[in-house]
Structure formats: structure tokens, C-alpha cells
């Protein structure tokens, strides 16, 4: 159902400079965005969970009585709590979770050997905070996220749509099939439609979503409906998570173009080494057997992907996998060749004069690390 949120708002002050349109704006604005939005002014309020020192101590039942609440596992209440180094360990005579200080500032829950979760610690005097951090948006977070993140995403991956549509490698193809992985709130169709009319060199780019979110797919239903640009079309709204193959949604057209941005982290929570090979496991299996072993592949049994990433290292370290994708490799998939690479921060401080960015920073520089790949079956 399209947002009721369509109060009139003036248009964003770069627009005369051609860095905002009308369409992206009002996008932006029937999907939730609004001037008067009552932000949290940080996209991660963070809940205080513990104090590092404190455990085992004071703040033991605190920690078990979250762990419980927040997981429903209900023999932390009978677990003994041990310390050693980074360590921290509780366990029962048929189960244990660890909780892993693995840098100075970032920990890992781990239960019954599966990843579960990250947190965020903080020095306070001679106390470490430890804080929840939250990957996964839902409800007004949603939102929120239009307002903190989608405007400084925008700039990063419009930026990488220009390298690639100024390539060949789609040769005289008028209809692009784009399949977008971990699509927010319609995040890349919205760079999309921030293109200049020659950077689409009369083509037509028919994307399909793969998105986990509920209220972000509600999100993508407002843009497919809202939409005025010829030039993009949302074809397909898939609600699936591509870590999980219980249940996939079957795909109704080919795909030349799989573009991930800013979603590894969404992928690499829910494994348990937290490596970058296990990454490319998932990214495999997805592509071979979803796409590739559908034949839903439709660029001469080559597929072209793209993934975008910023600096965050919160959930992920994307830089190093990036770094070293090629000498990872996947399991079933040929990497044909490099199409476009690239690592550096980009000058988008053009984006605060929109309207609908709400952050507490005075610059908008993104660091924009991408590869594009194009990837055929091994023989």
C-alpha cells in the first residue's frame, strides 16, 4: 500500500544544480521521508547491554537476563560464567555461547557454534560499555534509514552506475535485467533514477528485488507504483533472504546484472566463521543454483556482478574480501574477468543540501570500495 505521507515539501536546493530530481524527491517522499521526521539522530541507538569488566560480577545477571529476553534461550539462567582473555564463555553441561572480543571495539556473540549476533564496545573511564548493534531494519528504523544512510548511499553507488554504463559490456542490449540483492529501501532504483537521461543510452533496466524486510519491501511496492523514470521498471518483488534456501521465490525472467550495495554485511552475520570464504560459498550457491541451475542466466552464460561496500567493518571486513575476491574465487562460478574496480572516497557534500539527509555530520564524503565481475560457470 503506497504511503499516506505525501505532505507538500519544497525541493532539495541542489536541484537546479541537476545532482536531485523531482521524481527521486517525491520517491523519497511517499516511501516515508519527511522533513519533519522526529529522527533519532543516530541510525544505531545503541542499548547498553553490559560492562565488560563486570562479567563475571555485577553485571552477570544483567547480561543473562538480555540474552534471555533477546533470544529466548533460557538455560543462560543456570549457566557458569567464565572469563579468559577475550573471552567470555557460558555454559551448561549441553550448551554454551561465547562472546568474543576480536578488536578493540567490536565483539561477537556466538551460540551452539553459530554466529548470532555483533556488539559494539566503548570505553567510559575505566569501565568498556558494551552496546547491541542492529543490522537488521524493521518498522520506523525503515524509515529512519531513508534519512541517514539512503542519501549518503545514493552518491557511492550512483557513482559506480556511471563507470559501468559507460563500458560495453552489454553490447547493443536495449533491456538490462538487473537482479538487486539486499534492496533496502529501493536503494540502487533510486540511484537509477539520480542518472543523467545519456548515461541510459536508450535502454531499459527491469530490476528485481531480493529484499528480508517486510517494511523495506513495502518500501520498494511505493517506488514500483511512484516511479516516473521510462527507463527503470521493478518487475519482481522477492521477499527471501539469499542465506536461506528453505524457501526462494521463484524468479520470472532471466538476470544479466546482479548488483549488491552495502548488503555483505546482511550475508556474513548470519555465518559462523565470519571469513570472507564463507561469504563466497553463499554468493555461490545462490548464483549457481538460483539463477544458474534455473537457466534464468541470459548474457551469453556470463553474468555481470557488482557489489558496492563502504568503510564499515562493523559486521564485515568487505575491503579485505574485495581485495582478495579474485584469489577466493567461488566453488562453481568462473571469474571471466574484472570489469571495473575501485577503492577511494568520494567529494558528495552536494547531497546535505537534500532535504531528507539527516545526520550530524557536515560532510557527505563516502568511501565507495566496488568490483564488478563477470562470472560464467566452470567448465
Known amino acids: ?57 555485577d553485571h552477570t545477571d544483567r547480561l543473562k537476563n538480555f540474552l534471555v529476553s533477546k533470544y529466548n534461550i533460557e538455560w543462560v539462567k543456570y549457566a557458569s560464567v567464565v572469563k579468559f582473555g577475550d573471552f567470555i564463555r557460558m555454559s551448561t553441561n549441553n550448551n554454551y555461547l561465547t562472546i568474543f572480543r576480536y578488536c578493540k571495539d567490536k565483539a561477537r556473540l556466538t551460540i551452539d557454534y553459530k554466529k548470532i549476533d555483533a556488539f559494539y564496545l566503548e570505553p567510559k573511564g575505566d569501565r568498556l560499555c558494551v552496546y547491541q548493534n542492529y543490522p537488521i531494519f524493521e518498522g520506523d528504523e525503515c524509515r529512519q534509514y531513508l534519512h541517514e544512510y539512503v542519501p549518503l548511499h545514493l552518491p557511492q553507488i550512483v557513482y559506480v552506475l556511471r563507470h559501468i ?13 538487473i537482479l538487486d540483492i539486499g534492496s533496502g529501501p529501493a536503494t540502487v532504483p533510486l540511484a537509477f533514477c539520480k542518472l543523467k537521461e545519456d548515461s541510459f543510452k536508450s535502454r ?78 553463499v554468493l555461490n550457491k545462490f548464483i549457481y543454483y538460483y539463477i544458474i541451475y534455473n537457466k534464468k ?34 566453488t562453481d562460478l568462473k571469474i571471466v574477468s574484472i570489469v571495473h574496480k575501485d577503492n577511494q572516497s568520494i567529494n558528495a557534500d552536494w547531497i546535505k543540501n537534500c532535504i531528507f539527509y539527516k545526520t550530524k555530520y557536515n560532510l557527505c564524503k563516502p568511501v565507495v570500495i566496488t568490483v564488478s565481475l563477470l562470472v560464467g560457470l566452470k567448465k
Open 1 to 57: 500500500m503506497v504511503s499516506k505521507s505525501t505532505e507538500s515539501l519544497s525541493m532539495c536546493k541542489n536541484e537546479s544544480q541537476g545532482l536531485c530530481n523531482k521524481n527521486v524527491h517525491n520517491l523519497m517522499l511517499v516511501m516515508g521521508a519527511s522533513e519533519s521526521y522526529n529522527y533519532k539522530g543516530w541510525l544505531f541507538q545503541r542499548q547498553f547491554i553490559f560492562h565488560w569488566n563486570s562479567v563475571p560480577g
Open 165 to 177: 554504463l559507460q563500458k560495453t559490456i552489454f553490447g547493443e542490449a536495449q533491456s538490462i535485467k
Open 204 to 281: 531499459n533496466f527491469k530490476i528485481t528485488t531480493v529484499e528480508a524486510s517486510k517494511t523495506f519491501n513495502n518500501l520498494i511496492k511505493n517506488f514500483k507504483y511512484l516511479n516516473q523514470n521510462k527507463h527503470i521498471e521493478i518487475v519482481d518483488i522477492l521477499e527471501c533472504d539469499i542465506t536461506n534456501f528453505m524457501y526462494k521465490p521463484a524468479l520470472k525472467s532471466g538476470v544479466d546484472w546482479i548488483i549488491m550495495a552495502n548488503s555483505l554485511s546482511a550475508i556474513s552475520k548470519d555465518i559462523s566463521r565470519y571469513s570472507g570464504e564463507d561469504v563466497a560459498k
Open 297 to 330: 542466466i541470459n548474457y551469453n552464460n556470463k553474468l555481470l556482478m557488482t557489489i558496492i561496500e563502504g568503510s564499515s567493518t562493523t559486521y564485515f571486513n568487505s575491503e579485505d574480501y574485495l581485495n582478495s575476491i579474485e584469489k577466493i574465487g567461488f
